[in-house]
């Protein structure tokens, strides 16, 4: 099993539609997971970040935690085409602040 | 203020080959960070450094692989020899003292070793 999963998709909505992608992580201590956004032949961006207290919510972002279960998700509300892009969720495993672990990404494309 | 600056932004080289990719980290970031990407992988740390101390390089794949800090605003990868199963997006990040685990990346070097 991989430190940090993700489904590789592709994942296609259609525009103004909700996109919820997901992660699964192998450690339980992990404190930090990211979302990070890369446009196909570009570096990756931070879109928003969570810590194990709770949820978070900007603008059409939001990130859930569930520790039970040991997931992560990003849902996308009222999805738009510039939103298609490779979406990368990282989490801190092992306690360790700055030993990042990415997934393989999720490619999401938002149909006009 | 300017991002990560990395260079070259392009390296095509023949295997055996000695290789180097630099990094310029944000100014008043004092950590650094080597990462490669590739498709089947995806993105994996490769070493990273705190106030130019290399901390962590157990991601570093062989001894082909080896990086510096000599300064707060200078690092650089050096693959020596270089092989094609090396080809790959290798991106350099940084992020500052204190505060979010927030990383920044630069834009990336996409090497290609024939």
């Known amino acids: 099993q991989k430190e940090v999963e993700q489904n590789s998709g592709p994942l296609s909505v259609p525009e103004g539609a909700i996109a919820s992608l997901n992660c699964t992580y192998s450690d339980r201590g992990s404190q930090s997971f990211f979302w990070y956004r890369q446009y196909s032949g570009k570096s990756p961006e931070l879109i928003m970040f969570i810590y194990s207290n709770g949820d978070k919510e900007d603008g059409r972002f939001t990130a859930q935690l569930n520790k039970a279960s040991q997931y992560v998700s990003l849902l996308i509300r009222d999805s738009q085409p510039s939103d298609s892009a490779t979406y990368l969720c990282a989490v801190n495993l092992k306690g360790g602040a700055n030993n990042l672990f990415f997934g393989t990404g999720t490619r999401l494309t938002v149909i006009p | 203020d300017a991002g990560v600056i990395q260079s070259p932004r392009h390296e095509v080289t023949e295997m055996g080959q000695e290789v180097t990719l630099r990094c310029k980290p944000i100014?008043?970031?004092?950590?650094l960070f080597w990462y490669r990407q590739t498709m089947m992988r995806g993105l994996e740390l490769l070493i990273y450094f705190n106030n130019n101390v290399p901390i962590d390089d157990s991601g570093m794949p062989e001894d082909r692989f080896s990086a510096k800090m000599p300064n707060a605003s200078f690092s650089t990868l050096k693959i020596q020899p270089s092989e094609p199963r090396d080809s790959a997006v290798y991106f350099c990040?940084?992020?500052?003292?204190?505060?979010?685990?927030?990383?920044?990346f630069g834009p990336g070097t996409r090497l290609t070793v024939l």
């Open positions: 990040a940084s992020r500052k003292p204190g505060g979010t685990d927030t990383q920044y």
């Open positions: 100014s008043g970031h004092d950590y």
